[in-house]
């Protein structure tokens, strides 16, 4: 689990709602028709937007904001090393007897094991990788979305509220609390955008872009094992998808 995300969500909803807790009046902060024309409108205008299946895939594509972690790229070139010393010392076969947990590297593998062409193997792993790339950008696109709908459906709440408000001016102390109920769709619509949408697809771009170096690191991996490269001359180009500080600890940790 990404304790990042869950922290952070944890604590602006909190410190949100304990605000709101040691007010005076914190019931006048719950509206149900304010939440309706909020959540409602929201998700109205992304289904719009996008097709059924494109919205409920999104929320799948969104626990990975919170329970996946993508796998550390450093573990990921010290077991190609491996990989790649027991290739050149026993030959591709021998690798079938190997246990992977990466699932790509692991598909990748079995197909040199299989024997081919290190055009499909390129091929098969390419196409692998931006399938993931789409389906994580169409999750980000769905959750940005919200994030502009919920200001937006805010806003036209609390223009609805004012139009009410206006229309019945004959009790003077009525207009304080109609305008504090037609304010509360703009604070939802911040909240719903702030602390929640735009925060995950920002976190879904991040996953991206691990999934991508990742994958990436694999390709070149597989091919470099299938060419009979020396193990530690692909550890070497493996280690130039890492940012340099973390290229940096790694030779400090082989020495």
Do not use: C
Request: glycine share 10%.
């Amino acid at each position: 689990m990404d304790l990042a995300t869950l922290l952070g969500l944890v604590t602006a909803w909190g410190l949100i709602i304990a605000t709101i807790a040691l007010g005076a009046a914190a019931g006048t902060f719950v509206n149900m028709p304010s939440l309706a024309i909020v959540l409602g409108g929201t998700f109205a205008v992304v289904l719009m937007r996008f097709t059924l299946g494109q919205f409920i895939g999104s929320i799948k594509t969104a626990t990975k904001a919170f329970l996946h972690k993508s796998e550390s790229p450093q573990a990921i070139i010290e077991n190609v090393v491996e990989l790649a010393g027991i290739a050149r010392k026993e030959g591709l076969l021998a690798l079938e007897r190997q246990e992977i947990s990466n699932p790509v590297l692991s598909k990748g593998i079995m197909m040199l094991v299989d024997g081919h062409e290190p055009g499909v193997v390129k091929k098969a792993l390419l196409t692998e990788m931006n399938e993931t790339l789409n389906r994580h950008s169409l999750g980000q696109q769905i959750f940005k979305a919200m994030g502009d709908a919920a200001p937006a459906m805010g806003m036209i709440g609390t223009l609805v509220g004012l139009v009410q408000m206006l229309s019945n001016m004959s009790d003077p102390k009525s207009i304080g609390p109609a305008m504090a109920v037609a304010l509360l769709t703009t604070l939802y619509g911040a909240m719903l955008a702030n602390m929640f949408a735009l925060p995950i697809a920002d976190k879904l771009s991040l996953r991206s872009s691990e999934e991508q170096m990742n994958k990436n690191i694999i390709i070149e991996s597989v091919l470099g094992i299938q060419e009979g490269q020396n193990p530690k001359i692909l550890g070497e180009i493996l280690k130039n998808f890492l940012p340099a500080s973390k290229r940096d600890t790694e030779e400090e940790a082989a020495a």
